[in-house]
């Protein structure tokens, strides 16, 4: 499979824990994003890598929120003492350098009880 | 400020007969434009994308989309709708000229082909 896997699929948590979700990006591509979507709504934009060099963070992403792409290779999204709020589908996608469209993973949906 | 606007929530079409998708959008810049669909429990997959040249931009699955600089509109179409159709689709847009590398999407819409 050459696609963009995510990992967990499914994560629930209590409110106050830690997540961390996985995203291997297909692996030619060199940039890499983040966005979360909420029900009835888009997709919203959270973060964006070129190779490991994060570049772009969204008002969004607040300071409990954090991610990294180490290797330039796949990438974690860290949430720091989870709140009813931050349930939502996270999802991952990957596009060339120089490509337009980017390819998204399935996602991680992530509910906080 | 970026922004796409999505004007139909819901769109039903009989199986057979075209459809269209709605979507227009307001930029600064010269726009990238992308339509993606979203089946339930999966990931956005693209459909098509405008990035210059022809006005008419042909996709997959038989999708094509047109731009229309005029009216701010990218409008997703298909000459006979297919019962697999069904599903949430979204129109994306880019503005590279603003330094800015991420898709702000709409509020998508969602079609339901009636058999």
């Known amino acids: 499979d050459t696609g963009v896997s995510q990992d967990p699929r499914h994560k629930i948590t209590k409110r106050g824990q830690n997540v961390t979700f996985r995203c291997d990006p297909i692996s030619e591509h060199n940039r890499l994003y983040w966005y979360r979507q909420t029900l009835g709504q888009g997709p919203e934009f959270l973060t964006y890598f070129q190779n490991e060099a994060q570049l772009e963070k969204s008002r969004l992403l607040s300071d409990r929120f954090s991610a990294e792409r180490p290797k330039g290779s796949f990438s974690t999204l860290e949430i720091q003492r989870t709140e009813q709020g931050d349930s939502a589908m996270y999802l991952c996608a990957s596009s060339l350098l120089r490509g337009g469209e980017a390819f998204f993973g399935q996602g991680t949906r992530l509910t906080v009880v | 400020a970026q922004s796409v606007a999505q004007p139909e929530d819901q769109v039903n079409v009989a199986e057979g007969n075209p459809l269209t998708v709605k979507c227009t959008y307001s930029?600064?810049?010269?726009?990238?434009l992308f339509w993606y669909v979203q089946y339930p429990n999966r990931g956005l997959q693209f459909l098509l994308k405008y990035i210059t040249g022809d006005n008419l931009v042909k996709g997959s699955y038989g999708f094509e989309a047109e731009f229309n600089k005029s009216q701010t509109s990218f409008h997703l179409k298909k000459p006979s709708a297919l019962v697999s159709d069904s599903a949430l689709y979204f129109c994306a847009v880019r503005v590279p000229q603003t330094g800015a590398n991420n898709l702000f999407f709409g509020t998508g819409t969602r079609l339901t082909v009636i058999p």
């Open positions: 930029v600064s810049g010269n726009p990238y």
